[in-house]
Nanobody, 119 residues
Framework: QVHLVESGGGSVQAGGSLKLTCEISGSTSCRYGTAWYRQAPGKEREFVSRIYSYGVKMTADSVKGRFTISRDNAEKTVYLQMDNLRPEDTAMYYC?????????????WGQGTQVTVSS
C-alpha cells in the first residue's frame, strides 16, 4: 500500500513563491504517475499539474508558466514549485498517485497542504 504526505504549504503575499513536496512511501505493483490538484473553499477540486512515469508533464492553463512539477525518483518525492503566486491560487493542494499500468489498484490521495496567498 502506498502512502502520500504533502508539505511545504503556508501563507505568502502575492508574487511570492512556495515549493510543495509530496513524499511517497510504501510499495505497489502499479506503474504510476503523480499529479497535483487543488481545492478552494466552495469550489470543486481541480487539476494543477501531472508528471507521467515516463517523464512527460502536463500543466493547467491557469498556472502554466508559474508552476513547475518535478520528481526525484531515487527519493520517491514529487515537487511543485509555485512562483508568482496570486490570491486565486489560495487552496488546499493535494498530491495523487495516478495508475498508468500494471496489476491492481493504486490511485491514492494525500491529506493535503494549505496554501494561502494574500494581496
Amino acid at each position: 500500500q502506498v502512502h502520500l504526505v504533502e508539505s511545504g504549504g503556508g501563507s505568502v503575499q502575492a508574487g511570492g513563491s512556495l515549493k510543495l513536496t509530496c513524499e511517497i512511501s510504501g510499495s505497489t505493483s502499479c506503474r504510476y504517475g503523480t499529479a497535483w490538484y487543488r481545492q478552494a473553499p466552495g469550489k470543486e477540486r481541480e487539476f494543477v499539474s501531472r508528471i507521467y512515469s515516463y517523464g512527460v508533464k502536463m500543466t493547467a492553463d491557469s498556472v502554466k508558466g508559474r508552476f513547475t512539477i518535478s520528481r526525484d525518483n531515487a527519493e520517491k518525492t514529487v515537487y511543485l514549485q509555485m512562483d508568482n503566486l496570486r490570491p486565486e491560487d489560495t487552496a488546499m493542494y493535494y498530491c495523487k498517485i495516478v495508475k498508468e499500468g500494471g496489476p491492481g489498484q493504486c490511485d491514492t490521495w494525500g491529506q493535503g497542504t494549505q496554501v494561502t496567498v494574500s494581496s
